[in-house]
């Protein structure tokens, strides 16, 4: 009963909020291939890899994994051979055991019409639930348990009874006292044995659940400074941050060290990008632009110093706010409330720019990795002029449940933070392409035709915010879908 208990303590674990898998889309020198990596619910567990390739050209895959940082990311094991599949020739799967926590990548060797070639893909890894005993396998073992402590009691009384007496001889009514003396004391040795086997799988179970306490995600406390500022700090009720500090070493990702992401809840009408500036105190600042009053639900995706991404999460109630006009890489969007679920594939911006979301008439299905393909167009419906990089990326898109328990920032590379994609490429070497970034490349052409791959994690209602760059400008479409 108290596993049990300790069971409903449990919280999720996602590197964003409530979408806990990888994707990515890039190249393994010549070969573009589409990954998808399926994190256990518990670790240690298994990891289902998906790799497709986008030619004919790759006859052999294999995978193995490795922490993304630290001595041990310098000893990969064995790759396992992955498997083609024989109705799709151009997919690849393979299952991956993360034994460990925090952040690691998966290694992806390929050969092919063009020779060998490798990829990296970081992965977090992490618990997002404590898993129930089923009941007959936790009857079955109660049974085996019961009957091996009455055999061994048994042997251990017949042993004191009768070991001494020669073949044929009576048993004595002494005998008799001592074997059940032993018996009784044998009852007593393996009463205590279950106790404390008992208590040792309790306290493993309370341990299990001060770990994975850890990655469920952390939370903000928010407060106004100034009138217009918001400060962002370590919630000082949040355990995690006390004992690991995530805050304290962090990397820099598409060039902030903080993506901090407000959403007007519950309508989702309205979404600001901002990226707050460290304070001498280690608190990090955010200059607020002029804001709606309301109840404003609050994510900040950062990246720590060993490659594991982190989504921190609060809410903050705030009044009318006259701030100041977005500059730099801060960007706004608005949209009618979300209210009846529906499906939208075209948004008109204010200058009457097009966007569309070129998807197939299918209903959208929770957990399948798929390609997301938008379209920028003019007020002519032809393809839009002048996209421009927008903080490295071609794009950015910030998908969210009805109920906010969904939050995924991606981009056309997939999930993945640039951050430790850049460390997965450093062991990798040259033949490992970082799709839809460079962030050295300012004057980088960039197609109206935006994709992204994701995977919905969960039916229900969503809200795509789509952010693009043109013509100095940062625009924000945005879609809703249902997945079933």
Same mark, same amino acid.
Do not use: C
């Given at each position: 009963?108290l596993?049990?208990?300790? %069971?409903?303590?449990?919280?999720?674990?996602?590197?964003?909020?409530?979408?806990?898998?990888?994707?990515?889309?890039?190249?393994?020198?010549?070969? !573009?291939?589409?990954? /998808?990596?399926?994190?256990?619910? $518990?670790?240690?567990g298994?990891?289902?890899?998906?790799?497709?390739a986008?030619?004919?050209?790759?006859r052999?895959?294999?995978?193995?994994?490795?922490r993304?940082?630290?001595?041990? @990311?310098?000893?990969a094991p064995?790759?396992?051979?992955?498997k083609?599949?024989?109705?799709?020739? #151009? %997919?690849f799967?393979?299952?991956?055991?993360?034994?460990?926590?925090?952040?690691?990548?998966?290694?992806?060797?390929?050969?092919?019409a063009? &020779?060998?070639?490798?990829?990296?893909?970081? $992965?977090?890894?992490?618990?997002?639930?404590?898993?129930?005993?089923?009941?007959?396998?936790?009857? %079955?073992?109660?049974?085996l348990?019961i009957?091996l402590?009455?055999?061994?009691?048994?042997?251990?009384?017949?042993?004191?009874?009768?070991?001494?007496?020669?073949?044929?001889?009576?048993? /004595?009514?002494?005998?008799k006292?001592?074997?059940?003396?032993a018996?009784?004391?044998a009852?007593?040795?393996?009463?205590?044995?279950?106790?404390?086997?008992?208590?040792?799988w309790?306290?493993?179970?309370?341990?299990?659940?001060?770990?994975?306490?850890l990655?469920?995600?952390?939370?903000?406390?928010?407060?106004?400074?100034?009138?217009?500022?918001?400060?962002?700090?370590?919630?000082?009720?949040?355990?995690?941050?006390?004992k690991?500090? $995530?805050?304290?070493?962090?990397?820099?990702? #598409?060039?902030?060290?903080?993506?901090?992401?407000?959403?007007?809840?519950?309508? %989702?009408?309205?979404?600001?990008?901002?990226?707050?500036?460290?304070?001498?105190? &280690?608190?990090?600042?955010?200059?607020?632009?002029?804001?709606?009053?309301?109840?404003y @639900?609050?994510?900040?995706?950062?990246?720590?110093?060993?490659?594991?991404?982190?989504?921190?999460?609060g809410?903050?109630?705030?009044?009318?706010?006259t701030?100041?006009?977005? @500059?730099?890489?801060d960007?706004?969007?608005?949209?009618?409330?979300?209210?009846?679920?529906?499906? =939208?594939?075209?948004?008109?911006?204010?200058?009457?720019?097009?966007?569309?979301?070129?998807?197939?008439?299918?209903a959208?299905?929770?957990? $399948?990795?798929?390609?997301?393909r938008?379209?920028?167009?003019?007020?002519?419906?032809?393809?839009?002029t002048?996209?421009?990089p927008?903080?490295?990326?071609?794009?950015?898109?910030?998908?969210?449940?009805?109920?906010?328990?969904?939050?995924?920032?991606? #981009?056309?590379?997939?999930?993945?933070?640039?951050?430790?994609?850049?460390?997965?490429?450093?062991?990798? &070497?040259?033949?490992? =392409?970082m799709? &839809?970034?460079?962030? =050295?490349?300012?004057?980088? /052409?960039?197609?109206?035709?935006l994709?992204?791959?994701?995977?919905?994690?969960?039916?229900?209602h969503?809200?795509?915010?789509?952010?693009?760059?043109?013509?100095?400008?940062?625009?924000?479409? !945005?879609?809703?879908?249902?997945?079933?």
């Open positions: 009963m596993a049990l208990t300790v %069971l409903l303590f449990a919280f999720p674990a996602d590197a964003h909020v409530g979408s806990p898998n990888v994707f990515y889309e890039g190249d393994a020198g010549p070969y !573009h291939l589409f990954v /998808t990596v399926n994190v256990p619910a $518990v670790i240690p298994v990891a289902d890899v998906q790799i497709r986008d030619s004919d050209d790759v052999q895959v294999s995978t193995a994994v490795t993304l940082a630290g001595a041990g @990311s310098k000893y064995v790759p396992d051979a992955a083609r599949s024989v109705i799709d020739p #151009h %997919l799967t393979s299952s991956l055991w993360l034994m460990e926590y925090g952040s690691m990548r998966v290694v992806i060797n390929v050969a092919g063009h &020779g060998p070639a490798q990829m990296s893909v970081p $992965v977090p890894s992490a618990a997002r639930k404590m898993l129930p005993m089923p009941r007959a396998l936790g009857a %079955l073992l109660l049974t348990a009957i402590a009455i055999g061994a009691i048994s042997i251990v009384g017949a042993a004191a009874r009768e070991s001494r007496l020669a073949p044929g001889d009576p048993v /004595t009514p002494e005998l006292r001592r074997g059940l003396r018996t009784a004391i009852a007593g040795i393996v009463a205590t044995l279950f106790y404390l086997a008992f208590a040792w309790n306290s493993d179970a309370q341990n299990y659940a001060a770990i994975t306490a990655f469920k995600p952390p939370k903000l406390a928010l407060s106004i400074v100034d009138g217009n500022r918001l400060a962002i700090r370590p919630s000082s009720t949040d355990t995690a941050w006390l690991y500090k $995530v805050m304290d070493g962090i990397l820099p990702d #598409h060039g902030h060290l903080v993506h901090l992401f407000l959403v007007h809840a519950p309508a %989702l009408d309205r979404i600001w990008h901002l990226h707050p500036t460290r304070q001498p105190d &280690g608190s990090f600042v955010a200059a607020l632009p002029s804001i709606e009053p309301g109840t @639900s609050v994510f900040a995706d950062i990246v720590d110093k060993s490659g594991f991404p982190w989504t921190l999460v809410s903050i109630d705030l009044p009318q706010i701030g100041t006009p977005l @500059s730099g890489d960007s706004g969007g608005n949209a009618p409330a979300m209210t009846s679920p529906t499906d =939208s594939a075209i948004d008109v911006l204010d200058d009457g720019t097009h966007v569309v979301w070129h998807r197939d008439s299918a959208l299905r929770a957990n $399948v990795p798929m390609i997301l938008f379209e920028v167009q003019d007020q002519n419906g032809k393809p839009a002048g996209m421009e927008y903080m490295g990326m071609a794009a950015h898109a910030e998908i969210m449940s009805a109920d906010l328990q969904v939050f995924a920032h991606i #981009h056309p590379s997939g999930s993945v933070p640039m951050a430790a994609l850049m460390m997965a490429s450093a062991k990798s &070497g040259a033949s490992d =392409s799709a &839809g970034m460079n962030m =050295s490349d300012t004057n980088l /052409t960039i197609s109206p035709e994709s992204m791959p994701y995977g919905f994690p969960k039916p229900g969503y809200r795509i915010f789509l952010q693009f760059k043109r013509a100095d400008k940062i625009e924000t479409a !945005h879609f809703d879908t249902v997945v079933n």
